[in-house]
């Protein structure tokens, strides 16, 4: 009856879920997650036999060496002219959930406010993986953006992953599926955008404190591995500062461009108003842009 409960409470969770869940709230004699299986399907609430290999998954080694950010596909609130548009960022060691947001669209300050207060709950994080979408990248494989230079300027390396591969970012668009499963598809319409927050932020909790997560281990939830980074949000954001021998150029507030040697560069309008550095390289005529300790692009000469 207690695993019945527990099923009944989390439709869509299976025997090794519900197993962690039990030996995590202190149970006793909880039984193996195959007859947790069995007695699922006993009672009709298992309707198909799953075949599901062992995990083999990739993790950096410690909490907030790389954070992973990602909106999901949209979907329509019940008046068909409103889309949800989910963003969601994700702890790459421990998977757990610092951001969950029902936005209204995947705009850059919308983007930007609430890393701002995920910034402000967690610190900053050392990296950022996301795709090549908007706000924080183009079709054209452009990875600068306003969103993208202001996480720069706040000492956050970035990274996106490679063209049509989805599976680089592969734990936030798992942690999408599952946001999909056990949330969004438990009611056949949404009203509103604050009833999905609402939904976001009961499950969140569970998601991040209660319910095991098979890649960390049987009863470990994303909780027990995550720590908050020891790195602030800075109330400041610092001029760029560039070794010795490189050369400054600050960037055409209009176009996004720089003059160097006698001819105009585009470096991005992403980079308006701010100072770039120039490093000269081995091959003649070659020179390399930075902005802060980013590689932005090279330049050639005449």
């Known amino acids: 009856e207690l695993v019945v409960s527990v099923r009944e409470a989390h439709p869509v969770w299976g025997g090794r879920k519900i197993r962690g869940f039990l030996l995590r709230q202190g149970h006793l004699g909880v039984p193996a997650a195959s007859t947790i299986t069995r007695i699922l ?31 999901k596909g949209w979907f329509w609130l019940r008046d068909r002219r409103h889309q949800v548009h989910t963003l969601g960022v994700l702890d790459d060691h421990s998977r757990y959930n610092l951001c969950l947001a029902a936005c ?52 956050i390396t970035i990274v996106h992953s490679r063209p049509f591969h989805p599976q680089t970012a592969g734990k936030e668009e798992r942690f999408h599926l599952t946001l999909d499963l056990e949330v969004i598809s438990q009611r056949p319409d949404w009203d509103t955008y604050q009833q999905v927050q609402d939904a976001y932020d009961d499950w969140r909790p569970l998601y991040n404190h209660h319910r095991p997560h098979d890649s960390l281990g ?46 105009t560069h585009r470096v991005g309008r992403a980079f308006r108003g701010r100072t770039v550095g120039i490093r000269s390289t081995p091959q003649e005529g070659t020179y390399h842009v930075y902005y802060r300790h980013h590689h932005i692009r090279t330049i050639t000469t005449p």
Request: charged residues 20%; aromatic residues 10%.
């Open 218 to 263: 049987e009863t470990v939830v994303p909780a027990d591995r995550y720590r908050p980074s020891p790195r602030d949000l800075p109330t400041r954001i610092e001029e760029p500062a560039y070794p010795d021998g490189t050369h400054h150029r600050r960037v055409d507030t209009i176009n996004g461009t720089i003059s160097w040697r006698g001819h």
């Open 104 to 155: 209204s669209n995947e705009r850059t300050e919308t983007v930007k406010g609430l890393l701002t207060g995920a910034f402000g709950n967690y610190g900053l994080p050392y990296r950022m993986l996301m795709d090549n979408g908007s706000p924080w990248g183009n079709d054209a494989g452009q990875p600068w953006t306003p969103l993208t230079v202001w996480l720069v300027d706040l000492g």
């Open 41 to 71: 399907r006993s009672r009709g609430l298992l309707s198909q036999k799953t075949r599901q290999g062992p995990f083999i998954s990739f993790e950096h080694p410690a909490p907030n060496d790389l954070w992973q950010m990602d909106f």
